[in-house]
């Protein structure tokens, strides 16, 4: 049997409750790090479903909006329990005589905001552990009531320091800042996850070192060949790379280049070398047949199995994208090899 869903709609700043709506053709995705998109389309033809659309999303007639694209939030519920919040940052109706009034709804989870948001004053670290940068960011980008979307930090320091000044002149956003905090050797991984009931939520920036999950935590769902409904394997050396940095902070995968693979440069001067071969595995599979399956739990390790005679992708992956699509009851799973731990 799908699952459940309820889609209620709140401010952003407050997490004050608007209205609920029941969407068809809902697909929300969560992504360790960056975004995940929200797309959702209403048929609003009761008065009633009018109404509830109207409270979220009002007809801007003049005047700052009580609500609408981006002042709403969507908290997506799934048989009860809290699995995602996006920002709604763009609405488009439509009608087109055959199939009445359309009501098409754009976002993306709360790690967008911090795209939305440049800094406007200089932020000085001077051999600081990296997490506390990122959670000084985060503080600093909040420090004032229309700027607070209530993220709390949280996370266990790295051990890794780093020196960074951001200075306003650069004109470049917290999300960015963070993306490139992040993938600096030795780095770090982030998402941004709401939990709560129904009636009071709190949202949490969530670190890891080196990687979100446990790292020698054993896989808890697994995933064969009775059990997936698709699945592709994507295998490059497009962005891959054996020598990457520049200058003293050249960095080289030596075991490739002992075992015969050319030198393949990546001049970048805040990423560590990766593996040549970027390899990424997506599995489609129905969602109530892994009950394990949550998008708070993006870096946790799965086991796959497929019984294919011409290739088998090993055992080793964990995930790090999960697409719901809610109207079908699947979910799409973003893959990668896992390097540590065990399955």
């Given at each position: 049997m799908a699952g459940r869903y309820r889609y209620l709609f709140c401010d952003l700043l407050t997490d004050r409750p608007i209205t609920e709506l029941d969407l068809a053709e809902a697909g929300f995705e969560r992504r360790i790090g960056r975004p995940g998109r929200f797309r959702a389309v209403?048929?609003?033809?009761?008065?009633?479903?009018v109404r509830r659309v109207r409270a979220a999303f009002p007809p801007a007639h003049?005047?700052?909006?009580?609500?609408?694209?981006?002042?709403?939030?969507?908290?997506?519920?799934?048989?009860g329990e809290l699995w995602g919040s996006y920002i709604v940052w763009s609405s488009v109706s439509s009608a087109d005589g055959s199939d009445g009034p359309r009501l098409a709804l754009y976002g993306a989870s709360l790690e967008s905001y911090l795209y939305r948001r440049v800094i406007r004053r200089e932020l000085r670290f001077d051999d600081v552990d990296q997490i506390a940068i990122a959670h000084d960011l985060i503080g600093a980008m909040q420090e004032v009531p229309h700027e607070d979307i209530g993220l709390v930090p949280a996370g266990r320091l790295s051990g890794v320091h780093r020196t960074r000044t951001y200075s306003p002149e650069r004109t470049v956003t917290y999300g960015e800042c963070l993306a490139e905090l992040a993938a600096a050797p030795d780095g770090f991984e982030y998402r941004i996850s709401t939990y709560g009931n129904e009636t009071r939520r709190h949202r949490e920036f969530v670190t890891g070192h080196p990687?979100?999950?446990?790292?020698?935590?054993?896989?808890?769902?697994?995933?064969?060949?009775?059990?997936?409904?698709?699945?592709?394997?994507?295998?490059?050396?497009?962005?891959?790379?054996?020598?990457?940095g520049t200058g003293r902070d050249t960095f080289e995968a030596r075991s490739h280049l002992l075992a015969g693979w050319p030198a393949l440069d990546r001049a970048s001067a805040h990423e560590g070398p990766c593996v040549a071969n970027a390899r990424a595995l997506k599995l489609v599979a129905p969602l109530d047949e892994h009950p394990s399956l949550h998008p708070d739990r993006l870096g946790e390790r799965v086991r796959v199995q497929l019984e294919e005679t011409w290739w088998d992708p090993g055992p080793r992956w964990r995930i790090v994208g999960m697409t719901i699509t809610a109207h079908t009851g699947r979910v799409l799973l973003t893959l990668e090899e896992d390097q540590i731990g065990t399955v």
């Open positions: 209403l048929h609003p033809r009761e008065a009633e479903t003049g005047g700052p909006a009580a609500a609408g694209p981006g002042r709403v939030v969507c908290h997506v519920y799934r048989d990687r979100l999950g446990a790292l020698d935590a054993p896989a808890r769902t697994e995933f064969t060949s009775g059990n997936v409904l698709a699945w592709s394997y994507r295998d490059s050396a497009a962005a891959g790379s054996t020598r990457s």
